[in-house]
């Protein structure tokens, strides 16, 4: 018995319902994303290669190789989060963050070598990690200990120091801010931190194939972020108007409208730093969809330290000293620690928000 052809008329009516169901689909996806969230913004689903750009040279070897990754959307902070919003969560929680909290010996010693000597208990006091400029030129860029300072009653409240404040500093990303810290923001917000696909995906935007927010222009890196113009870490020249963090928005925003997401303070994401994660994903055929980073952290050059993965770069980033204002830059940051360049952002979902 040979097929019979539709006719014409019915396969029309089939063509348009077809077609006005899946507009009225399409109209209610888009409904329920214009519903964003105050001071966030939809950064739609994409598909992107992840990790240095080929014309990048400068790029490390843990950016590499790069690798085709697809996210869905999401809803991201518009800013890194800011001391005023912290406030807000400490004054409804009460939370302590890490770098108020009295130290134990105990559980620090099972990050370092075996038989490392117990410091003094006056060193053993509550504070986070300040940065100092250096006297003279630093022949050794790899031992950061030359311009990084364990400084005593220094925590979020208090960001240069026990006798500074953040008072007139609302609208300056909150530092000093651990993991840990982070999480718990995130908890009472309702909110995540963003997996590494994530974040890049949001920082490069439209800019699928370069090695900064703006393009491959380096001379254009003090007008559109805040980074170590000078010698690092003896003289900075102020170029880019900021010698520390500077307020948030002070410079233009990415194409998604995202701002800071070079420079400024590094933000941490949720990916376990794994030195052999990129390599893995590479090995595959196709797009990885929605990874959530590496199963558990591997770093030799920090073998006791389980590390998750920051981004961003910082105002202590300079072309001579780690340049991560890159778009593929990343670094490995162990848990607790607090530091007067590291902060974050949230990110949220539509079936969050729904919850």
């Known amino acids: 018995m040979k097929n019979k052809r539709l006719p014409l008329v019915i396969l029309k009516i089939i063509i348009l319902s077809f077609f006005a169901c899946k507009q009225e689909k399409q109209s209610a996806v888009k409904t329920n994303i214009t519903k964003t969230p105050e001071g966030m913004v939809w950064i739609p689903a994409g598909t992107f290669k ?5 014309q990048d040279k400068i790029a490390m070897a843990h950016e590499k190789p790069q690798h085709d990754v697809s996210v869905d959307g999401f809803f991201m902070d518009i800013t890194e989060v800011t001391n005023t919003q912290f406030s807000k969560f400490v004054d409804e929680t009460g939370y302590i963050t890490v770098a108020e909290r009295d130290i134990n010996w105990e559980e620090i010693k099972i990050q370092l070598p075996e038989g490392t000597p117990k410091p003094h208990d006056s060193i053993l006091q509550p504070g986070s990690l300040l940065f100092k400029k250096t006297k003279t030129s630093v022949p050794n ?6 311009w990084w300072q364990w400084s005593i009653g220094t925590n979020w409240r208090h960001p240069i120091g026990k006798n ?6 609302g609208d300056y990303p909150v530092v000093h801010i651990s993991y840990e810290d ?9 909110r995540r931190l963003p997996t590494e696909a994530e974040w890049e995906h949001a920082a490069r935007a439209s800019k699928k194939n370069t090695t900064y927010l703006w393009g491959d222009d ?3 890196l003090s007008e559109k972020a805040n980074s170590w113009e000078g010698e690092f870490p003896v003289f900075n020249t ?9 307020p948030v928005k002070s410079y233009p925003p990415n194409d998604f409208g995202l701002f800071d997401m070079a420079g400024n303070v590094w933000e941490w994401t949720s990916d376990w730093y794994n030195i052999n994660y990129y390599s893995e994903l590479a090995s595959s055929d196709t797009p990885t969809v929605n990874p959530k980073g590496a199963t558990e952290a591997y770093n030799p050059s920090n073998p006791y330290l389980k590390e998750k993965i920051i981004k961003g770069g910082s105002f202590l980033c300079s072309y001579t000293y780690c340049a991560s204002y890159r778009i593929s830059s990343r670094m490995g940051s162990s848990l607790d620690s607090s530091s007067e360049h590291v902060g974050f952002r949230t990110v949220v979902t539509p079936d969050m928000l729904s919850e």
């Open 50 to 54: 992840q990790g240095a750009v080929a």
């Open 141 to 146: 860029l790899y031992d950061f200990s030359q």
């Open 164 to 169: 500074s404040s953040i008072d007139n500093k």
């Open 182 to 190: 982070a999480m718990a923001y995130c908890d009472w917000a309702g």
């Open 218 to 220: 380096i001379t254009k």
């Open 238 to 246: 102020l170029q880019d108007g900021f010698e520390r963090s500077a």
